[in-house]
């Protein structure tokens, strides 16, 4: 059982207490809401270290290899990098502080959440498939040492495919939410 499934039964505990306007149901409703922008947070902080080091270190190669073809490298993680950080910025919009005043509006905001994150999820096959492709093409075309291009499309491989389990694991939760949703409102 995922921490979501966890949460997601946490609050159907409350919902179907007796008492619905009881401390317990608001503050459950609260935490669970609460804690997904802190854990949305926490994120963007590990997201942001990692982007800090890898520009460093993309830096540093730089300048220890200088040449046209490291200029051309280093300007193409540049342009990959500000189009992830586009990307990821647009996708969270409106997720930093959500608001939910009620169950309906906290399972509205966590729906929200999922849909965004699948989002994201095909957003990286898309992008993993054109790195892919180039990739392929970098090794068929070009003089470059060949093992650090099949590492980076194993990892690509990897990733899709970690990318496409949890989607299916995130499409069922937000299935369960849904089903959740319309319990709410059939009992409004």
């Known amino acids: 059982m995922t921490q979501t499934d966890v949460e997601l039964q946490q609050l159907r505990e409350v919902w179907n207490q007796p008492d619905r306007e009881s401390d317990d149901r608001v503050a459950a409703l609260h935490r669970a809401v609460a804690g ?4 949305l947070r926490l994120m963007l ?3 942001i270290a990692i982007t800090a080091v890898s520009l460093v270190y993309l830096y540093l190669v730089w300048r220890r290899v200088p040449g046209t073809r490291a200029a051309l490298i280093t300007a193409a993680a ?3 990098t500000a189009v992830i950080w586009t ?8 997720q930093w502080n959500p608001v939910a005043v009620t169950l309906l509006d906290a399972v509205r905001v966590r729906r929200s959440h999922y849909r965004r994150r699948l989002a994201a999820y095909r957003f990286v096959v898309w992008l993993a498939a054109i ?4 990739l392929m093409l970098l090794l068929l075309f070009t003089d470059l040492i060949r093992w650090p291009i099949v590492f980076v499309l194993v ?3 990897s990733a899709v495919a970690w990318t496409i389990a949890d989607g299916r694991r995130l499409r069922r939760e937000l299935g369960s939410l849904d089903e959740f949703a319309r319990e709410i409102e ?3």
């Open 87 to 94: 990307y990821a910025v647009w996708n969270r919009r409106g």
């Open 131 to 134: 790195e892919g492709t180039l």
């Open 36 to 39: 997904q922008a802190r854990r």
């Open 155 to 157: 990892f690509l491989a």
């Open 78 to 80: 540049l342009v990959h």
């Open 186 to 188: 059939n009992t409004l």
């Open 45 to 47: 902080a590990g997201e």
